[in-house]
């Protein structure tokens, strides 16, 4: 395990409340971390309202009240090929993908350490997770805030990223870094969190897919009688499980399928009906973060999407490394191309996670 009071340490600063508690975190411990900007703005400003401009000043003037060096790392491109393709090449062919869980990956600790924080031993972030050494090994494990825990957004990281990982308020719950942050007048402790994906500002996430793939209309279909009910905008519009935004009158209306080759949109009438529902499905390409752990437990809970619920489930190894998920309980929205994050039975070490299949 490294000394942390000999490393170098990177801290990127995002100009939010989280980040900036981290910086006062490690100055307080009698560390002095340089700090980053990472700059991966909208490709044109003028169509897509963005805050960078604020959250740069934010980070100065926390960068400044530390004494910390303050260095902005250009990220526009990398984010944009690599993040923005892998998104709208899943759902383009009809999956679920989570750009901000790919955001860690490619850009936080990926990008960044090319470009810079290979110079460094760890690299610090305002996330909301812990790291422990057990028997040797290094795991990323879960924060005490069950509603802001981020272990999942952090479950496709590689192993060497988790290694220079460092989430110096993951042992915080969320009204905790407030407190700290209005206790050391942070000019930005009654900021509000950032929504949405990582690095659109306010841009709707419709938008954005609309940018790239534009609209293909075709029919919606109730899965039960397979009469035509209505008309979509292009199946990347919609998720497995999405009640929302169909357009469509006498509902509820859930969607419960996706047919690609025929551009039809499948939905099933009635509160939660049981089409929606799944107890067993399969991962693959399981990304495990631990150096030196290749196996998942028979029992252990899982997560499909970000929410405060564990599931818990058997899980059964397949001798070409796929892993099926047999869940206790019917899992509500399914989707392939979703990642499913899968910790132990005690919610507190994450293994990693794999992509849901079909």
């Given at each position: 395990m490294?000394?942390i009071?000999h490393?170098?340490?990177?801290?990127l600063?995002s100009g939010?409340?989280?980040s900036s508690?981290?910086?006062y975190?490690l100055v307080?411990?009698?560390?002095?971390?340089?700090?980053?900007?990472?700059k991966?703005?909208?490709?044109?400003?003028?169509?897509?309202?963005?805050n960078?401009?604020e959250?740069?000043?934010?980070?100065?003037a926390?960068?400044?009240?530390?004494?910390?060096?303050?260095q902005?790392v250009d990220?526009?491109?990398e984010?944009w090929?690599q993040?923005t393709?892998?998104?709208?090449?899943?759902?383009?062919?009809?999956?679920t993908?989570?750009p901000?869980?790919m955001?860690?990956?490619l850009?936080?600790?990926?990008?960044?350490?090319e470009?810079?924080?290979h110079?460094?031993?760890?690299?610090?972030t305002?996330?909301?997770?812990?790291?422990e050494?057990i028997?040797?090994h290094?795991w990323?494990?879960?924060?005490?805030?069950?509603v802001?825990?981020?272990?999942?957004?952090?479950?496709?990281?590689?192993?060497w990223?988790?290694?220079?990982a460092?989430?110096?308020?993951?042992?915080?719950?969320?009204?905790?870094?407030?407190?700290?942050?209005?206790?050391?007048?942070?000019?930005n402790?009654?900021?509000?969190d950032?929504?949405g994906?990582?690095?659109?500002?306010n841009i709707?996430?419709?938008?954005?897919?609309?940018?790239?793939?534009?609209?293909?209309p075709?029919d919606?279909?109730?899965?039960?009688?397979?009469?035509v009910?209505?008309?979509h905008?292009?199946?990347?519009?919609?998720?497995?499980?999405?009640?929302?935004?169909?357009?469509l009158?006498?509902?509820p209306?859930?969607?419960?399928k996706?047919?690609?080759?025929k551009?039809?949109l499948?939905?099933?009438h009635g509160?939660?009906?049981?089409?929606?529902y799944k107890k067993?499905?399969?991962?693959?390409d399981?990304?495990?973060l631990t150096?030196?752990?290749?196996a998942?437990?028979?029992?252990?809970?899982?997560k499909?999407?970000h929410?405060?619920?564990?599931?818990p489930?058997t899980?059964e190894?397949?001798?070409?490394?796929i892993?099926t998920?047999?869940?206790?309980e019917?899992i509500?929205?399914?989707?392939?191309?979703?990642?499913?994050?899968?910790?132990?039975?005690q919610?507190?070490?994450?293994?990693g996670?794999?992509?849901i299949?079909?």
């Open positions: 490294p000394d009071n490393s170098r340490i990177a801290v600063l939010g409340v989280d508690v981290v910086v975190e307080s411990r009698g560390l002095h971390p340089d700090c980053f900007y990472i991966i703005g909208p490709e044109e400003k003028e169509e897509w309202d963005c960078s401009e959250d740069m000043e934010m980070a100065t926390v960068a400044a009240k530390y004494h910390c060096s303050l902005v990220c526009h491109k984010y090929s993040v393709r892998y998104t709208m090449e899943k759902v383009k062919a009809g999956y993908p989570n901000d869980v955001c860690n990956r850009i936080k600790f990926g990008a960044f350490d470009k810079m924080g110079n460094y031993d760890l690299i610090a305002g996330h909301y997770a812990q790291t050494w028997d040797g290094k990323l494990t879960t924060s005490p805030d069950p802001k825990d981020q272990t999942d957004f952090l479950a496709q990281i590689y192993q990223q988790l290694k220079k460092l989430f110096p308020i993951g042992h915080y719950e969320k009204n905790e870094v407030r407190e700290i942050a209005e206790r050391e007048h942070l000019i402790a009654k900021r509000k950032s929504q994906i990582c690095f659109l500002g709707d996430y419709n938008e954005y897919v609309r940018r790239y793939l534009g609209e293909q075709g919606i279909i109730e899965l039960e009688t397979g009469r009910i209505g008309q905008r292009g199946l990347w519009f919609h998720t497995i499980g999405q009640r929302k935004g169909l357009g009158g006498g509902g209306w859930f969607v419960v996706k047919d690609v080759a551009n039809i499948f939905v099933s509160y939660d009906p049981a089409t929606a067993d499905f399969r991962i693959h399981f990304d495990f150096e030196g752990i290749t998942l437990p028979e029992r252990a809970t899982f499909i999407r929410t405060p619920e564990y599931h489930a899980i190894t397949d001798a070409d490394g892993f998920i047999h869940s206790d019917p509500h929205g399914v989707a392939p191309g979703q990642f499913c994050v899968i910790y132990d039975e919610r507190h070490k994450c293994y996670s794999g992509e299949t079909v």
